[in-house]
């Protein structure tokens, strides 16, 4: 998906008009036309702005292949957690990665479980 898809995707299940987004990152709705049709690539100060009012990783605006992740974490509790990650031998990490799995899958099972009620 090129970054003008992803601005035109983003922007659309942001619900937001083309002039809607040019008001949030002080641009032009024209702009806004010209970056989604690939016309045009945003500047850097731009890209940022776009990726703020999104709350997604720059990475994920300019690389094809990148993961769709917010570029603002809430939990810094959490945060802070994750960064120790660099100092674990890689059998902690793959450990601590099944526990996230098995989590995960549990509250899956409990959301589906709901639902059937």
Do not use: C
């Amino acid at each position: 998906m090129t970054l003008g898809e992803k601005i035109k995707l983003l922007r659309k299940e942001s619900g937001w008009s083309q002039d809607e987004l040019a008001r949030k990152i002080n641009a032009d709705g024209r702009q806004i036309s010209r970056y989604e049709n690939g016309k045009f690539l945003p500047s850097a100060d731009a890209i940022v702005k776009l990726a703020e009012v999104f709350n997604v990783s720059i990475d994920y605006l300019l690389l094809d292949d990148a993961p769709r992740k917010p570029l603002h974490f809430n939990d810094e509790a959490l945060m802070k957690k994750l960064q120790e990650l660099d100092t674990m031998t890689e059998e902690d990490r793959n450990s601590l990665i099944h526990i996230i799995d098995a989590i995960a899958a549990k509250n899956r099972i409990k959301t589906l479980a709901e639902n059937v009620r």
